[in-house]
């Protein structure tokens, strides 16, 4: 029976899936509406675009025992963020949340934002590929430290530059148990691995990856200021 349903993934692996057929989507937030004890749902690589995730969210907010969330790759955009942060209010369990690839932008990174101080429990956040900018960056990081398990957060490929370090740096300070920070794709520089430098040096089991953009002179930089010899705590690609 879906009442007693606790982990459920329809991941996009074939071009064309049951959950793309007319009228998928309606029946998917029915069956979601009864599964009071659902842990863990999959949905990523469907292109539900906003129209779907704002179905399946009134849905979502009876799965208030909801751990894990992957969507990613679902082209949502703002308005399906907005719709998904409401939602996943009721979720004080959720752990991991994946939304890579779903183009939400400054307004979505801002109206999650809004939701993470019911997160408690939030361990991983993923928002690579997500258009969000310096601005959304800063929107999404600003309540973080009400996260106080975060131990992965994925930022790569959002078009952040070299001023953009030193405000995630701050914001990131308090996040005392992140282990992996994901920045790789933005041109962070040897200005913003100036600014990171100080937050490898403060957290001594944290990897971070970056893109190669950060030069020989950023990666002197890292060393430097960090304390790191080598490249065991860091990646750059």
Known sequence: AA????????????????????????????VLESCAVLTHLDVSGHCLQS????????????????QSLVLTSNEIGPRGATSLA?????????TDLHLNGN???????????SSLGGWKSLRSLHVGWNDLGPEGAANLTQNLAQCSHLAHLDLSWNGLGPDDARPLVSAL??????TRLDLGGNFVGPTGAAALAWLLGKSPSLTLRLSSTIGPKGATNL??????RGATRRQCR
């Open 51 to 66: 129209e779907g995730v704002e179905q399946l969210s009134l849905s979502l907010g009876m799965c208030t025992a909801l």
């Open 86 to 94: 409401a939602a996943l209010r009721p979720c004080a369990s959720l």
């Open 173 to 178: 300070s308090c996040c005392t148990n992140l």
């Open 223 to 228: 060393n430097r200021d960090s304390g790191v």
């Open 103 to 113: 183009a939400i932008g400054e307004q979505g990174a801002r109206e999650l934002s």
């Open 3 to 30: 009442s007693a349903l606790r982990s459920l993934s329809l991941q996009q692996e074939s071009k064309r899936s049951p959950i793309d057929c007319p009228g998928a989507v309606t029946q998917l937030a029915n």
